[in-house]
């Protein structure tokens, strides 16, 4: 009867110790290190890339992308021959600016254009600097490839040294995220590309 009796305590005295050793593995499992997954973005719909043609009345010309709009600049320091390619849907527009050079401003007037482009420095990751060059028009400039966290991602002005300078600028009226905004950046930065090499290489270019 006494070893009956000793079983059936071991029987009971087991229940407790079980119990503890589930709580401990519910424990450990519950302090498992835990790597959250980084945060996606939101797929961006992009459309055909396709162009047609502006003339402005200050006698400069180029073309723009079908799915942008013109519009004035607004603004105390605006002046007439100043306009916004606007795209609405993507929060962004590229602002241009135009000088009749006259009386030899031309330096004068590239220097204001790298000094701010500069002031994007203190957020920004790099300045790219690339140089635009067409010697059969006598048309050269440069170009501000402005990377990271920052109100513009890029700037640019041309000029043919004698009668005409246009600038332009690439902004979007959101918070700046590099992250999210390169996809945009990439596919608006070709529009800017095709804009300086029309501006100067057909009929349309500027017109005295």
Same mark, same amino acid.
């Given at each position: 009867?006494?070893?009956?009796?000793?079983?059936?305590?071991?029987?009971?005295?087991?229940?407790?110790?079980?119990?503890?050793?589930?709580?401990?593995?519910?424990? +450990?499992? #519950?302090?498992?290190?835990?790597?959250?997954?980084?945060?996606?973005?939101? &797929?961006?719909?992009?459309?055909? *890339?396709?162009?047609?043609?502006?003339?402005?009345? #200050?006698?400069?010309?180029?073309?723009?992308? =079908?799915?942008?709009?013109?519009?004035?600049?607004?603004?105390? =320091?605006?002046?007439? #021959?100043?306009?916004?390619?606007?795209?609405?849907?993507?929060?962004?527009?590229? &602002?241009?600016?135009?000088?009749? +050079?006259?009386?030899?401003?031309?330096?004068?007037?590239?220097?204001?254009?790298?000094?701010?482009?500069?002031?994007?420095?203190? *957020?920004?990751?790099?300045?790219?600097?690339?140089? +635009?060059?067409?010697?059969? &028009?006598? =048309?050269?400039?440069?170009?501000?490839?402005?990377?990271?966290?920052?109100?513009?991602?890029?700037?640019?002005?041309?000029?043919?040294?004698?009668?005409?300078?246009?600038?332009?600028?690439?902004?979007?009226?959101?918070?700046?995220?590099?992250?999210?905004?390169?996809? =945009?950046? &990439?596919?608006?930065?070709?529009? +800017?590309?095709?804009?300086?090499?029309?501006?100067?290489?057909?009929?349309?270019?500027? #017109?005295?």
């Amino acid at each position: 009867m006494k070893r009956k009796t000793m079983k059936k305590n071991n029987k009971f005295r087991s229940g407790p110790f079980l119990v503890m050793l589930l709580l401990l593995a519910v424990a +450990v499992a #519950c302090h498992k290190s835990y790597t959250p997954k980084p945060h996606g973005y939101f &797929r961006i719909d992009f459309p055909e *890339k396709k162009y047609t043609q502006y003339q402005s009345d #200050c006698g400069y010309g180029f073309e723009y992308p =079908v799915y942008g709009t013109i519009t004035p600049f607004q603004g105390a =320091v605006a002046e007439p #021959c100043w306009i916004n390619i606007e795209f609405p849907a993507y929060h962004g527009k590229i &602002r241009l600016t135009y000088k009749d +050079v006259g009386n030899n401003n031309v330096a004068a007037y590239a220097e204001d254009i790298r000094t701010l482009a500069y002031k994007h420095n203190i *957020k920004a990751d790099d300045i790219i600097e690339r140089q +635009v060059s067409f010697p059969d &028009r006598k =048309v050269y400039g440069l170009v501000y490839d402005i990377r990271g966290n920052t109100a513009s991602s890029l700037s640019f002005y041309l000029t043919d040294s004698t009668s005409h300078f246009i600038s332009g600028a690439m902004y979007f009226s959101v918070k700046p995220n590099k992250d999210s905004l390169a996809p =945009v950046i &990439r596919f608006f930065s070709k529009d +800017v590309d095709h804009l300086i090499e029309i501006l100067f290489r057909s009929g349309i270019t500027f #017109c005295i």
